[in-house]
């Protein structure tokens, strides 16, 4: 068996890294992609200026218009994305509306990201919801458009924004309230409309979608409980579970007799140790599609063990360590790896 073995040394922190490189099952592209599609559960409406009161949370279509005399009208959709991980990748997230009718010259469309909640049922030009003013009548929404997309002057076709950056927001943290549509130039002196199939309409196929490609981040999970001492030849214990990423994950007192030896350890089924070097060890398994970047196919919410033999010779020194944390990264289609850092510190 490949083994390191590591002295101890009081002026410095050894740091011992295990690198995974692992991928999702369903739906899955060889680098570990997995792609949904969603269509509104949270809904969406119509905000129309020259009907400022007026809710359109159950119209079968909606407009998007630019047209002089507080005519403007804007698109309000947002998704649910309660099966996306938290933390997850956002490879690429389009949002599709089908534009039955164009307008009559072309437009450029922006996507802004709503910055306040408001309710389908209810949502006006004026109101969020009731009891709810926007902060300025026609929506509150970040003044900085996301990306555009022209309309062209074609009827029956289908328009796309690509909202990655928004989605990636949202699964990290940022509250979801949507997106609002709207016409790059407002209050044109000519009425420029173009019409939109809305989540009632009776094509579903139709239908508002957003397209999700991501990447699930995996979990390291430490041994918790009562103190382990690792004074004796033992094996430690890591679970990755294709679930949320976690940056940071305390550990309960894993002690070390010094000096001892890090080995290979036995990994999962379909692991293997392909070197170790320095201070780091190495597992995956090959793709023969992709040999950069190996994965384990682990199916969500499944976990995969793996133990670190740790080996603590009989001539060891009084003195200990503890590793008390372990930090983790999820970067295995970019540069760097997936790598699960334990950080000794000397006494």
């Known amino acids: 068996m490949t083994h390191l073995r590591l002295q101890h040394d009081p002026a410095s922190r050894l740091i011992v890294a295990f690198c995974l490189f692992a991928a999702a099952l369903a739906l899955a592209s060889p680098a570990g992609a997995i792609t949904v599609t969603l269509q509104p559960s949270t809904g969406d409406s119509q905000l129309s200026q020259g009907a400022a009161t007026t809710n359109f949370g159950t119209a079968t279509t909606i407009q998007v218009a630019s047209q002089s005399g507080s005519q403007n009208k804007r698109i309000l959709v947002k998704f649910d994305l309660s099966s996306i991980p938290a933390n997850a990748t956002i490879n ?107 989540e009632e309409n009776a094509t579903s196929a139709n239908r508002p979608q957003l397209v999700i490609d991501y990447t699930a981040p995996f979990t390291a999970t430490l041994p918790g409980g009562s103190a382990v001492t690792m004074n004796e030849p033992s094996t430690l214990n890591f679970t990755v579970t294709n679930g949320n990423l976690t940056t940071t994950q305390s550990i309960s007192n894993v002690t070390f007799a010094l000096p001892y030896t890090v080995a290979d350890g036995t990994p999962p089924p379909g692991w293997k140790v392909t070197y170790i070097v320095n201070n780091f060890i190495r597992f995956d398994t090959v793709d023969p599609n992709d040999p950069s970047c190996s994965t384990q196919a682990i199916g ?39 790598s699960y850092s334990f950080v000794q510190t000397g006494t």
């Open 300 to 338: 969500n919410g499944v976990s995969a063990v793996f133990g670190i033999a740790v080996t603590a010779p009989a001539a060891a020194a009084e003195s200990t360590d503890t590793l008390t944390s372990v930090s983790a990264a999820n970067d295995c289609n970019s540069a760097g790896s997936d």
């Open 92 to 198: 690429s997230a389009n949002l599709t509306l089908f534009m039955t009718t164009a307008p009559s010259n072309n437009r450029t469309y922006n996507a802004h990201r709503m910055t306040r909640d408001w309710t389908e049922s209810q949502v006006t030009w004026n109101i969020a919801q009731t009891g709810t003013n926007w902060t300025t009548a026609g929506g509150d929404y970040n003044g900085t458009a996301t990306t555009s997309t022209t309309t062209g002057t074609t009827n029956n076709v289908s328009l796309t924004w690509n909202i990655q950056a928004d989605v990636q927001a949202w699964v990290n943290g940022t509250s979801n309230y949507g997106t609002l549509i709207k016409d790059g130039t407002e209050s044109s002196a000519t009425a420029r409309t173009a019409t939109f199939a809305s």
